[in-house]
């Protein structure tokens, strides 16, 4: 399995910007997945994660309201609909896939997450 992520980019504080993060490889609607970022000097940082089992999301909570995770099984494709965005959300963000059957970890724990997409930046000026 492999993720690509894409749709980082450039925006002003107030903007919105769509992430999108294609799977090639295994059964998609199997997976559980979650979105992460990671800032300068900063450690990664959960944003939203999506348990398959239950359909449930869990969003950091700077970013309810603001960030929206959604799916499309059809195209093996998870996206990030990000609005509102604040200089603060400046990080580059990485989407993670669980694919080893029914997750057992927190969702917010990097290591729940056996698949790393490579990351895309995502920068808020001010």
């Known amino acids: 399995v492999q993720l690509q992520a894409s749709g980082g980019g450039l925006v002003q504080a107030g903007g919105s910007l769509r992430l999108s993060c294609a799977a090639s490889g295994g059964t998609f609607s199997s997976f559980d997945m979650g979105w992460f970022r990671q800032a300068p000097g900063n450690e990664r940082e959960f944003v939203v994660g999506?348990?398959?089992?239950?359909?449930?999301?869990y969003y950091l909570e700077s970013v309810k309201g603001r960030f929206t995770i959604s799916r499309d099984n059809a195209k093996n494709t998870v996206y990030l609909q990000m609005n509102s965005l604040k200089p603060e959300d400046t990080a580059v963000y990485y989407c993670?896939?669980?694919?080893?059957?029914?997750?057992?970890?927190?969702?917010?724990?990097?290591?729940?997450?056996?698949?790393w997409g490579q990351g895309t930046l995502v920068t808020v000026s001010s």
């Open positions: 999506f348990r398959r089992s239950d359909s449930r999301t």
């Open positions: 993670a896939a669980h694919t080893g059957g029914r997750i057992t970890s927190s969702l917010r724990n990097p290591s729940a997450y056996n698949i």
